[in-house]
């Protein structure tokens, strides 16, 4: 699941900010981001982030929002995994709205998007390239269904069997990211793309002749720098526009927007 609490934050905040809107249940009046196409069959933990809501509500009622719990789980995932830990700056509140149509237009990465494409979205969040390699690197745990890989013919055998290349058969199934230690939160993702053996076209596209090549090459040589840089891009992805103050609400649960007094 720490993969899947990763990438539940990174889904959040990218979308109207990290305001744990992609929490949110459909109602008759919100079409949610749960079942946006980025998001459907790929985002997880929701149920994890719920049970630890009820757990903090009952202790400490209407003060810890689903924003900064989203935020921590990320962070708890990285370091139970032997990754990175940092401070995680709290005071978010949680969104009262959510938009399908905005986690579709285009705030996500898609797996097939090219270098200049994922730059730019990540510039829109003000990350840097370096930020975008750093935070790609959380692919060096969790899987990803093989109907979004880019498998190579020649590629290893045991992808070949996970990942047929024909269609139809074994698209459902799942590939491990990193194929040496998919349980492991390393840098084996970036000797990976050194090796030219990234499941996700965006994954490989890092290390493919362009400007984030040379980034790539230090985190699959230097480990320390690799766990610093992803510690500070997640930091400065988690303050991508908060809702603070008196904006937005601490939901008493983060599936449904709190009922009026």
Same mark, same amino acid.
């Given at each position: 699941?720490?993969?899947?609490?990763?990438?539940?934050?990174?889904h959040?905040?990218?979308?109207?900010?990290?305001?744990?809107?992609?929490?949110?249940?459909?109602?008759?009046s919100?079409?949610?981001?749960?079942?946006?196409?980025p998001?459907?069959?790929?985002?997880?933990?929701?149920?994890?982030?719920?049970?630890?809501k009820?757990?903090v509500?009952?202790?400490?009622?209407?003060?810890?929002?689903?924003?900064?719990i989203?935020?921590?789980?990320?962070?708890?995932?990285?370091e139970?995994?032997g990754?990175?830990t940092?401070?995680?700056?709290?005071?978010?509140?949680? #969104? %009262?709205?959510a938009?399908?149509?905005?986690?579709e /237009? &285009?705030?996500?990465? $898609?797996?097939?998007d @090219? *270098? !200049?494409?994922?730059?730019?979205?990540?510039?829109?969040?003000?990350?840097?390239?370096?930020?975008m390699?750093?935070?790609?690197?959380?692919?060096?745990?969790?899987?990803?269904?093989?109907?979004?890989?880019?498998i190579?013919a020649?590629?290893? #055998? %045991?992808r070949?069997?996970?990942?047929?290349?024909? /269609? &139809?058969?074994?698209? $459902?199934?799942?590939? @491990? *990211? !990193?194929?040496?230690?998919?349980?492991?939160?390393?840098?084996?993702?970036?000797?990976?793309?050194?090796?030219?053996?990234?499941?996700?076209?965006?994954?490989?596209?890092?290390?493919?002749g362009?400007?984030?090549?040379?980034?790539?090459?230090?985190?699959?040589?230097?480990?320390?720098?690799?766990?610093?840089?992803?510690?500070?891009?997640?930091?400065?992805?988690?303050?991508?526009?908060?809702?603070?103050?008196?904006?937005?609400?601490?939901?008493?649960?983060?599936t449904?927007?709190?009922?009026?007094?």
């Amino acid at each position: 699941m720490a993969a899947s609490l990763i990438r539940l934050h990174f889904h959040d905040c990218f979308v109207q900010g990290c305001d744990a809107s992609i929490l949110l249940d459909d109602t008759s009046s919100l079409t949610g981001e749960k079942t946006a196409r980025p998001n459907a069959n790929s985002v997880r933990g929701y149920n994890v982030i719920d049970d630890v809501k009820s757990r903090v509500e009952s202790q400490c009622p209407g003060v810890v929002s689903c924003a900064d719990i989203v935020a921590v789980a990320a962070r708890d995932a990285s370091e139970a995994l032997g990754g990175p830990t940092w401070t995680v700056n709290l005071g978010r509140r949680d #969104s %009262t709205s959510a938009s399908r149509a905005t986690a579709e /237009a &285009g705030n996500l990465p $898609g797996f097939n998007d @090219p *270098l !200049d494409r994922l730059v730019d979205l990540f510039g829109t969040k003000g990350l840097s390239p370096r930020d975008m390699v750093a935070l790609s690197g959380a692919h060096t745990i969790g899987q990803a269904r093989c109907a979004t890989s880019d498998i190579d013919a020649n590629f290893a #055998s %045991t992808r070949r069997r996970q990942c047929p290349s024909a /269609a &139809g058969d074994g698209n $459902g199934n799942l590939a @491990p *990211l !990193d194929l040496v230690t998919p349980n492991s939160f390393d840098n084996n993702y970036f000797r990976n793309l050194v090796q030219r053996r990234g499941l996700l076209q965006s994954d490989q596209v890092l290390f493919s002749g362009g400007s984030t090549d040379g980034i790539v090459d230090e985190y699959s040589r230097n480990p320390r720098v690799f766990n610093s840089d992803f510690a500070a891009a997640m930091v400065r992805m988690g303050n991508i526009e908060p809702l603070t103050g008196s904006q937005g609400q601490v939901r008493r649960v983060c599936t449904a927007v709190n009922a009026a007094a």
